[in-house]
Nanobody, 129 residues
Framework: QLQLVESGGGVVQAGDSLRLSCAASDRTFSLSVMGWFRQVPGLERQFVAGLKWNGGLVYYGDSVKGRFTISRGDAKNSVVLQMNSLTPEDTAVYYC??????????????????????WGQGVQVMVSS
């Protein structure tokens, strides 16, 4: 079973930046999309960002557009989420996720957690005001 390992969470102040990283346990595994969701207790997981491994296509959730950037990591099957201008509303557990199935080029399905096959354990991000 492919494992996703996240790192980089923490506690920051509003306006600060934070960088999350995620790496898959198997660099040779064929993944279509890697991305991030976040979750606040009592609410559903919310799509943050996704990156199509072949071609580099990216999509973002509306609440993070212009502030967050997803990119490939140094190693295959790894991604980085750069989060800038953080606000208290960004406080959540952030989950790395990946899909081995092809997702639509027009973004359809990317924001649905059911489109993804693998999940990390999650990292806490807390933004104080």
């Amino acid at each position: 079973q492919l494992q996703l390992v996240e790192s980089g969470g923490g506690v920051v102040q509003a306006g600060d930046s934070l960088r999350l990283s995620c790496a898959a346990s198997d660099r040779t595994f064929s993944l279509s999309v890697m991305g991030w969701f976040r979750q606040v207790p009592g609410l559903e997981r919310q799509f943050v960002a996704g990156l199509k491994w072949n071609g580099g296509l990216v999509y973002y959730g509306d609440s993070v557009k212009g502030r967050f950037t997803i990119s490939r990591g140094d190693a295959k099957n790894s991604v980085v989420l750069q989060m800038n201008s953080l606000t208290p509303e960004d406080t959540a557990v952030y989950y790395c996720t990946a899909s081995s199935r092809p997702l639509a080029w027009d973004g359809t399905g990317w924001s649905s957690s059911g489109s993804y096959d693998f999940w990390g354990q999650g990292v806490q991000v807390m933004v104080s005001s």
